[in-house]
């Protein structure tokens, strides 16, 4: 399994932005598919966004749609999720998580599918 380490979260003003990464280790991310989730202070994870291993299909939840961006950058084995016009409710701990996949433009946005996850960044938007 991938080892994975988030960076970039911090205190923001609404409608500032923040770039968050995820770097992975060990087995890298060639064939893995990643996505971002994020858990909010008593609230269940919620997928935000998702990239195939490709980088040519992106998946966002209709609360990120239009205001963040995921990209990846294999040959750094890191992903991005760029966050513009952030809101108090983007307020979370953010999360990168790696699925194994066969299929290069594959992504995936249940939990479930993914096996490594990190630590998680917080990222706290100010009113």
């Known amino acids: 399994q991938a080892r994975l380490v988030e960076s970039g979260g911090g205190l923001v003003q609404a409608g500032g932005s923040l770039r968050l990464s995820c770097a992975a280790s060990?087995?890298?991310?060639?064939?893995?598919?990643v996505g971002w989730f994020r858990q909010a202070p008593g609230k269940e994870r919620e997928f935000v966004s998702a990239?195939?291993?490709?980088?040519?299909?992106?998946y966002y939840a209709d609360s990120a749609r239009g205001r963040f961006t995921i990209s990846n950058a294999n040959a750094k084995n890191t992903v991005y999720l760029l966050m513009n016009n952030l809101k108090p409710e983007d307020t979370a701990v953010y999360f990168c998580?790696?699925?194994?996949?066969?299929?290069?433009?594959?992504?995936?946005?249940?939990?479930?599918?993914?096996?490594?996850w990190g630590q998680g960044t917080q990222v706290t938007v100010s009113s």
């Open positions: 060990g087995r890298t991310f060639r064939r893995y598919a």
């Open positions: 998580a790696a699925a194994i996949t066969y299929g290069d433009d594959d992504y995936y946005t249940n939990r479930a599918d993914f096996g490594s």
């Open positions: 990239i195939s291993w490709s980088g040519h299909n992106t």
